[in-house]
């Protein structure tokens, strides 16, 4: 373990080893500009125990390298910072590290990515033991890690740790040596390679977040070790984040050197994106939904178009805790009042699928429409006026009772969205509903004091399992769960599709999971599933990611 009182910068290897790797010249610096990802809104953080969402986690992924590496393509588990080994059981993986990889930070006075040193001019380099403290860190209780229940189930001792109720010694994570980790697990899975591809457990700089606390995250402070550095971080709406290439990754199969010198990642909104990607200001941009007809019909921007399958699945969320939504009934008639077909022809317009049920039709053991073509919940506005008049009968209440609130985080797409329910609301169930926004981070701290909020949720690893339990439902997770819902009847359902081993059992129990949570006790409404549109310069060479994360170090520009 390093000691950060001791750091000092060596400018003169970092020079020599950029000038061996063939570093080109100023004016050969190959810049990318992507709008992608990121919202209109600053990046809540960068700290990968705290994140929780797709911009934050999109950064951190090329700034840091998990354990186990998710292939963007094919959503395939391959090595990151490690290569492992299974014991028979299936319990315990041994991880060996990469070794000599260094703790690296942009000097802003030299211009330069430069290694960490210790007191003798020794590279400070990633160990077993940063991935242990990092592990750590996102399980303590103290941390308050978003993504900490999502961990914490799969490794030993984890779920007590995270509790307060067990100690951190008795966490299955060992340290051998310097480059060897061994995690045991809870049970055996084929899914358990993912989440040690998951960002809370990579490896974490101690000694930098024990001096800066919060503030470790900050370009003048931070320390990475992947294949990029944080330049610059421009905060506000509206701002952008650069990213410079790390010399000092040494490049393996799964996560090469880049060949980009800097990415430039913009906040900006979809429509301003189109707007800069046709004045040639983004080479990477996403594609605003309402323009899917125009950009298709253009020559020059269909050819730049890409469509693929997407990672999310769109959907609202009711509160069960504030009236009228206490009661199932109400929450069935205004899932149902939702034109789920309308929204994604007339609204988004851009080849979304209506969701009859949360989990995406693509995941490991999903249950689908098809399969089960009388689950999951349909538009069906006279049904739902007639749950609706039932629900007010009984209670005697009227439509105007109650002041509603609809909440959705800043996005010309979900205020369009939004505006359509809004209106198929009062029309079918003669309900006025006011509409609230907020940039992204306040919206992730506060929509569970809404009645009705946005939200999408893409998968973190490809099997139904992070849909229907990481997502939040399964009572373990109420705390996470912004609608206050629980069902121990679900739960159960939930629990065994986990422990099933044959995929058919996993799927029907996931049915039976699925009808409970959209339909019988409606806690969300399904609305549909994603799809990528997005416009690429045609100098740009990459690959398209179904991961809900980009790689860019394996891109290029040619221009």
């Not at 939702?338 to 609204?347: F, H, K, L, P, S």
Request: proline letters at 6%; one cysteine or more; charged letters at 20%.
């Amino acid at each position: 373990m390093f000691n950060r009182k001791l750091f000092s910068f060596v400018l003169l290897a970092a020079l020599l080893l950029a000038l061996s790797a063939g570093a080109v010249g100023a004016q050969d610096k190959k810049v990318l500009v992507s709008g992608r990802q990121m919202g209109s809104s600053d990046i809540p953080t960068l700290d990968p125990a705290i994140a929780e969402d797709v911009p934050s986690v999109q950064v951190i992924d090329e700034l840091f390298v998990a354990l186990v590496r998710m292939n963007e393509e094919t959503a395939a588990a391959e090595p990151g910072m490690a290569t492992w080994e299974v014991s028979d059981d299936g319990l315990v993986y041994t991880f060996k590290l990469l070794p000599n990889v260094p703790w690296v930070r942009y000097n802003a006075a030299s211009g330069q990515v430069e290694q960490l040193t210790d007191a003798d001019g020794n590279p400070l380099v990633v160990t077993a033991q940063d991935f242990a403290y990092g592990i750590l860190r996102s399980l303590n209780p103290e941390t308050a890690a978003p993504y900490q229940y999502v961990l914490s189930p799969w490794i030993k001792g984890g779920p007590e740790y995270a509790s307060g109720e067990g100690a951190m010694e008795d966490v299955g994570v060992k340290v051998v040596d310097d480059t060897t980790l061994e995690v045991t697990v809870n049970q055996p899975s084929g899914v358990t390679p993912l989440i040690f591809g998951l960002w809370v457990t990579m490896a974490q700089p101690q000694p930098i977040i024990d001096e800066f606390a919060e503030f470790w995250i900050d370009p003048a402070n931070i320390a990475t070790y992947g294949p990029f550095a944080l330049k610059e971080w421009v905060r506000g709406d509206g701002g952008s984040l650069t990213m410079v290439k790390n010399p000092f990754w040494p490049g393996t199969d799964s996560v090469p050197q880049s060949k980009i010198d800097e990415v430039v990642l913009r906040f900006l909104d979809e429509t301003v994106q189109l707007t800069e990607f046709e004045a040639g200001s983004l080479d990477v941009a996403e594609m605003p939904d309402a323009e899917y007809a125009r950009v298709s019909a253009d020559p020059k921007l269909s050819a730049a178009l890409f469509t693929g399958p997407g990672t999310c699945t769109y959907y609202y969320g009711f509160n069960v805790e504030r009236e009228p939504f206490t009661d199932a009934r109400v929450r069935r008639a205004f899932s149902m009042a939702i034109d789920r077909a309308g929204i994604t022809e007339q609204v988004t317009g851009a080849g979304q699928i209506p969701a009859a049920f949360f989990t995406l039709p693509s995941l490991n053991a999903a249950p689908t429409s098809e399969m089960f073509p009388n689950l999951g919940i349909q538009s069906d506005p006279e049904m739902a006026k007639l749950l609706w008049d039932e629900y007010l009968t009984e209670t005697g209440k009227t439509a105007d009772s109650f002041q509603l609130t609809l909440f959705h985080n800043e996005s010309s797409l979900h205020s369009a969205i939004a505006q359509a329910v809004q209106q198929m609301w009062a029309e079918t169930l003669g309900v006025q509903v006011q509409i609230a926004t907020a940039d992204f981070a306040t919206y992730l701290d506060t929509r569970g004091n809404y009645d009705v909020f946005r939200a999408g949720w893409c998968f973190d690893y490809p099997d139904t399992h992070n849909f229907l339990y990481d997502a939040g439902w399964h009572s373990d997770l109420i705390t996470e769960n912004d609608t206050h819902w629980s069902n121990a009847e679900y739960d159960a359902l939930v629990d065994a599709g986990f422990k099933a081993e044959a995929v058919e059992e996993r799927i029907a129990l996931y049915a039976q999971a699925e009808q409970i949570l959209v339909y019988d006790e409606a806690a969300i409404a399904p609305i549909y599933y994603y799809i990528t549109n997005d416009l690429t310069a045609p100098y740009v060479t990459r690959t398209h990611s179904l991961i809900t994360r980009e790689h860019y170090e394996k891109w290029d520009i040619n221009k």
